[in-house]
């Protein structure tokens, strides 16, 4: 008998609704701001408007293009998890924790807001056992168990924005005042100074590009799908049912080249009561087939 | 067949009472430079008793379990359009299965004709097969069912051991087939057919039935070993608590039966199949019988006998102790208790029969209410072929597990099968004084009895399994058995059945995370 309640659906389909809403709502908002700064991306500096005769010429200002309202990013994880249930993992598997991987995408609202999904793998193979009174006998029949979460998050992004700095005049010789002296018929009009040049379309092609970090934390819910296998089994002797999940997350965005990043991510995972009615769990008393999962992430996308 | 045991174990009293004192012959019998070969008689019905019910509720092999299937799936060929079928395109056929069974997929495997259509886990496969064969575009549908390599006994008799198939021994015997050659059984009774020998004993005149018989004198009988029983190094540590010495020769059937029940030599072409086939033997002789009576035996089957043959049997390295024994007069049994717990300190587990006399007043039986609460005893039930219990059986407190035992009056198959000695060669003793005469112990048959003599080499049988498999220690052994048995009479533990019915391959096969 499936153990996913039937309430699933709606918790997702509600929950699906409230992030769609926030993307929509946000992005509009979002839209009207001008904006003031960057998030560390190359910068096309505009050239400056030549300063008024007897104006000290404004300061420029450095104005990146205007961002997409979305972003979209494919990663793909490696991950290492630990499992709560760790007597339970540990007697079957030998092992509480142990690697997956998977991937995913994300859609980024430029406010810092994104959603994304992530299915990720885990699969090992242990033996069958039998516990009492805490000892763990091994009966040397192999049992394959496959984990299989799919998580939906919605969190923030904690995008550094540089506000807008004025930016200073070329370090060159400044123009000579204007005299007092009303311009003399016929006299050629008094140069104009010259307009500062933009210092450089990439003003820090010239330097190293340092690495820059951006934070983020989320949380959701999921499945988690559970198979359990093992010879000698009989009609309802194998396990494959879904439970759902609720997460959070936190990592850091690394972004490498223009489209492509890496990261770290750190996830709690709660599948309560999915443990715990029979095998070893029941022993054990574990019920929550969640645990601690560390990501590396590949990302490709803006 | 109750009978027997009571018998036995009427016939152990009977002499306990008869010679107080230490024996003052220890010289009962001479071993004679002669060694008869076996004789196999083939199959008798014990005469005992009889039944007027058909064999209607033997069950046949495996029932529901036999057919076990993948769930989600089923295997189905679809019929080409256009060769007398449905035309409907595979879009709309897809949409007319996901309109019947949910979110479906169809897989076309590869090396195939057929294609595997996967749906919800939890429908029934072989119903969804049926829907779709009655279809125009389906040549056929069916369940995906598991195809194994299963082992099955080729033991001539092996289709009338129902007590075997009612515990889904095959299945058992996937996981583990037949235990380990590292794995000793101690068999705790009359005795053991184990040896080629021929003994010299001195027969003295006794009564039986009202009857005197006459002294034969001196007389050589001959024993042999059990032919479907004996094999190289088969036997282990074998030692007589009756006679005092390591010959444990049976001289009355019974201990030969039992062993048989509990690891019979199987899939060998020659009668009939046991538990843990691989696994040795160890004949411990603590029972005594008519013909030890009648040869004025140095000890009988008492209390403190089978104290010490328990603990010797731990203290050589038996790994399960079978006691297909007891008494149920006279007081509760102590020392016999501290031999059992001694012996499951040491790593054996112990199975001790519940007693067959719940229908003469359902008495205590004395060394059972010892193993009740140990953990790592088992006093153990017997139930018939249709699974309940044998009524017979004792319903006590103390009663932990239920095993086939047999019983005649629901089938006329009713009785648990193994090879032993043919009783027209051994008991003379019930014979009319006229046809009295020496016995032999070198004619086998193969013969049904009937008791929780024979319900407990199944719980001793599974416990040399599951000891092969891995758990080790009697306390587990025991708590594995319960927790794995299939519940009968009311729900949970009752006096009737204790825990339930063994089940060998669930309990073989142990646990995993969730199930």
Not at chain 1, 54 to 65: E, F, I, S, Y
Not at chain 1, 95 to 118: I, K, Y
Not at chain 2, 404 to 418: F, I, K, M
Request: glycine share 12%; hydrophobic share 40%.
């Amino acid at each position: 008998m499936r153990r996913q309640s039937r309430s699933t659906g709606s918790v997702l389909g509600g929950y699906l609704l409230v992030v769609a809403a926030l993307t929509i709502l946000a992005a509009p908002a979002v839209a009207q701001e001008v904006p003031d700064g960057d998030d560390g991306g190359d910068v096309q500096a505009q050239p400056a408007k030549p300063a008024a005769p007897r104006q000290p010429a404004p300061p420029a200002r450095r104005t990146p293009p205007r961002e997409p309202a979305l972003s979209f990013q494919g990663f793909g994880t490696f991950a290492y998890t630990s499992f709560t249930a760790s007597e339970t993992f540990n007697a079957v598997l030998g092992t509480s924790s142990g690697s997956a991987f998977g991937g995913g995408a994300r859609v980024s609202h430029r406010s810092g807001f994104f959603f994304q999904f992530d299915l990720s793998r885990f699969s090992d193979t242990g033996q069958r056992v039998y516990e009492y009174q805490g000892e763990v006998f091994e009966l040397g029949i192999p049992l394959d168990v496959t984990v299989t979460p799919l998580e939906l998050t919605g969190g923030y992004r904690f995008v550094r924005r540089a506000r807008a700095t004025p930016q200073k005049p070329p370090a060159r010789t400044p123009p000579k005042a204007p005299t007092k002296e009303p311009p003399r018929a016929g006299a050629a009009p008094p140069q104009r100074p010259a307009a500062p040049q933009a210092a450089s379309t990439r003003p820090e092609s010239s330097a190293p590009r340092r690495l820059r970090f951006i934070p983020y934390a989320g949380g959701g819910i999921g499945f988690v799908q559970y198979e359990e296998e093992s010879p000698f089994a009989e009609a309802g002797d194998a396990v494959s049912e879904s439970f759902t999940s609720y997460h959070v997350l936190g990592g850091v965005d690394v972004p490498l080249w223009r489209w492509l990043g890496t990261g770290v991510e750190v996830n709690y995972r709660w599948v309560p009561d999915a443990l715990g009615e029979g095998g070893v769990s029941k022993a054990f008393g574990e019920t929550d087939l969640g645990g601690f999962t560390f990501r590396v992430r590949v990302t490709v996308g803006q | 067949m109750a009978s027997v045991v009571a018998l036995v174990v009427a016939s152990c009293m009977a002499l306990g009472q008869a010679q107080t004192g230490p024996p003052t012959k220890r010289a009962a019998r001479v071993l004679m430079d002669e060694f008869p070969e076996a004789v196999d008689r083939g199959t008798i019905e014990w005469p005992g008793e009889s039944t007027d019910v058909p064999d209607a509720t033997v069950q046949a092999r495996g029932g529901a379990a036999a057919l076990p299937y993948a769930p989600g799936k089923v295997i189905v060929k679809f019929r080409a359009a256009g060769m007398g079928g449905s035309r409907a395109s595979t879009t709309s056929r897809t949409r007319e299965l996901s309109a019947a069974l949910g979110r479906i997929r169809i897989e076309r495997p590869s090396h195939a004709d057929f294609s595997l259509l996967h749906f919800d886990p939890d429908l029934d496969p072989e119903a969804v097969a049926v829907m779709l064969a009655a279809r125009d575009d389906v040549e056929y549908a069916q369940a995906a069912y598991k195809v194994r390599s299963y082992f099955r006994p080729n033991d001539p008799l092996y289709d009338q051991q129902w007590n075997l198939s009612l515990i889904g021994m095959e299945d058992a015997w996937d996981i583990n087939e037949g235990g380990r050659e590292s794995i000793i059984v101690a068999v705790l009774d009359t005795g053991v057919a184990f040896q080629n020998a021929s003994y010299a004993y001195t027969a003295g005149s006794f009564t039986n039935g009202g009857f005197t018989y006459p002294a034969l004198g001196r007389i050589v009988v001959p024993f042999a070993a059990a032919p479907d029983l004996t094999s190289s190094g088969r036997f282990v540590s074998p030692y007589d608590f009756i006679y005092d010495d390591p010959n444990p020769v049976d001289m009355d059937g019974h201990g030969t039966h039992v062993s048989g029940t509990a690891g019979q030599l199987t899939n060998n072409g020659v009668g009939t199949a046991g538990i843990a086939f691989k696994a040795r033997i160890m004949p411990v002789k603590c029972i005594s019988t008519m013909w030890d009576d009648i040869f004025n035996s140095p000890y009988v089957g008492t209390d403190d006998v089978v104290a010490r043959a328990i603990r010797y049997a731990a203290d050589n390295g038996a790994d399960v102790i079978n006691m297909s024994l007891g008494r149920n007069g006279g007081a509760s049994a102590p020392a016999v208790g501290a031999a059992m717990r001694y012996a499951v300190s040491k790593g054996a587990f112990i199975a001790v029969a519940g007693g067959n006399d719940y229908e003469d007043g359902n008495p205590v039986e004395r060394l059972a209410e010892q193993a009740g609460p140990i953990p790592g005893a088992m006093a153990v039930a017997a139930v018939g072929p249709d699974g309940n219990r044998a009524p017979y059986s004792g319903v006590q407190s103390y009663i932990e597990i239920a095993a086939p035992g047999g019983n005649r009056r629901v089938s006329s198959n009713g009785g648990v099968w193994q090879q032993t000695y043919d009783p027209a060669a051994v008991e003379t003793y019930d014979l009319p004084p006229s046809r009295y005469g020496p016995p032999r112990f070198d004619t086998f048959v193969n013969i049904s009895y009937t008791g929780t003599s024979m319900a407990t080499p199944h719980v001793a049988g599974l416990a040399a399994l599951l000891m092969s498999q891995g758990i080790t220690t009697p306390s587990a052994v025991e708590a594995a058995i319960k927790q794995f048995a299939t519940d009968k009479g009311p729900e949970g533990r009752d006096d009737e059945y204790g825990e339930g019915l063994i089940n060998p391959r669930a309990t073989l096969r142990g646990l995993g995370i969730i199930r």
